[in-house]
């Protein structure tokens, strides 16, 4: 059965980024129909987006047409790359927060790791603009 579905979808175009972002479009809408009933207006226009917005991404996914579907793609990730850029330098700040204190320059705005123990104030130059200040930490 796994043999004849990827014959299947030999030369297709399969799931990118901007059929997942379609799908969690859908599926948000859905979900908001949930919330708001189907009775209303809203709740209406919802269900219906949801299922239009599912059959486009099915249409994406099993494409043939794989240059257009590409171009489709880097169309969104042009328009969204500042902001996921945004996200990824947030996560990567996250994830050092339990390493490292890090504080921003007076001066100039510069952020600056600083290991974390040791002493509880702490003298700190920038190197970008050799300001010096100090933190407790």
Request: a positive charge; glycine letters at 8%.
């Amino acid at each position: 059965m796994r043999e004849k579905f990827m014959r299947f979808m030999q030369g297709r175009n399969g799931v990118d980024q901007f059929s997942r972002f379609t799908m969690g479009v859908a599926l948000v809408a859905i979900v908001l129909t949930l919330f708001t009933g189907t009775r209303s207006g809203i709740g209406a226009f919802l269900d219906l987006f949801g299922m239009v917005a599912i059959v486009y991404t099915y249409f994406r996914i099993f494409s043939k047409n794989i240059s257009k579907r590409y171009q489709e793609n880097q169309k969104y990730l042009q328009a969204t790359d500042k902001l996921r850029a945004r996200f990824q330098k947030e996560k990567r700040m996250m994830s050092q927060r339990k390493d490292y204190h890090i504080y921003s320059c007076p001066g100039c705005g510069q952020k600056i790791r600083i290991p974390r123990g040791g002493f509880k104030k702490v003298e700190i130059e920038c190197p970008k603009c050799h300001t010096k200040f100090i933190k407790r930490r």
